[in-house]
Nanobody, 128 residues
Framework: QVQLVESGGGLVQAGYSLRLSCVAS????????MGWFRQAPGKEREFVAG????????LYADSAKDRFTISRDNAKNTVYLQMNGLKPEDTAVYYC?????????????????????WGRGTQVTVSS
């Protein structure tokens, strides 16, 4: 059973940084892409960033470009989301996710429907 556990959220002031972590277990982490999503109250879950199984390719939502960086350490079964220059509109629950297929795939998924496994989320709150 694949398990994803996020950590690193918190309450920060605008302009500050946070680094989220997601530790995976239950299968060969290094063979699959990983993604970060977020969901604000009253809004749909949205893609934030994704990273290919080998870390060679990343993809970002427009809202995350130039401020957020996704990375992974396959030796630690961990994916990270470094968030700099946080804004109040970044306030949301952040989830990491993994697809059930696409093992060693060249394709980098980004739609929620493409992900099967989800963590329980970590709250990020940015005050103005």
């Amino acid at each position: 059973q694949v398990q994803l556990v996020e950590s690193g959220g918190g309450l920060v002031q605008a302009g500050y940084s946070l680094r989220l972590s997601c530790v995976a277990s239950g299968r060969d982490f290094s063979a699959y892409a990983m993604g970060w999503f977020r969901q604000a109250p009253g809004k749909e879950r949205e893609f934030v960033a994704g990273i290919k199984w080998n870390g060679a390719t990343t993809l970002y939502a427009d809202s995350a470009k130039d401020r957020f960086t996704i990375s992974r350490d396959n030796a630690k079964n961990t994916v990270y989301l470094q968030m700099n220059g946080l804004k109040p509109e970044d306030t949301a629950v952040y989830y990491c996710a993994a697809p059930s297929g696409l093992r060693y795939s060249a394709y980098l998924p980004y739609r929620p429907v493409e992900f099967t496994y989800w963590g329980r989320g970590t709250q990020v709150t940015v005050s103005s």
